[in-house]
């Protein structure tokens, strides 16, 4: 169980609400989504889930075929390694 499954539940239908894969309340892509965020807050109790992680799950969703460890071993990855200010830029 995670303590922020209230938080995650919330946010769910707040991510890409006009995207097909995410539209429906209950349906695939809603259910998908809530157990990568679930997954990952239990995996990693010091960051845990944080408003936005749900995009960035979403995103690697619709990228990675839904194949949940592939998204949660890439979202760790991503998660933790700190990025230093003024490394990243845009590119035109």
């Known amino acids: 169980d995670s303590p922020q499954e209230a938080v995650i539940t919330r946010d769910i239908h707040r991510t890409f609400p006009a ?37 960035l799950a979403a995103v690697l969703l619709l990228h990675e075929a839904q194949e949940l460890s592939g998204i949660l071993m890439t979202l760790a990855v ?8 003024g490394t990243h830029t845009l590119s035109a």
């Not at 429906?24 to 809530?34: E, K, V, W």
């Not at 991503?78 to 200010?85: D, H, S, V």
Request: with cysteine.
């Open 78 to 85: 991503y998660l933790q390694e700190p990025i230093e200010p």
């Open 19 to 55: 995207h097909d894969y995410f539209k429906d309340t209950g349906g695939d892509g809603q259910d998908s989504l809530y157990k990568i965020c679930k997954a990952y807050s239990v995996y990693d109790e010091e960051i845990g889930y944080c408003q936005g992680q749900s995009f």
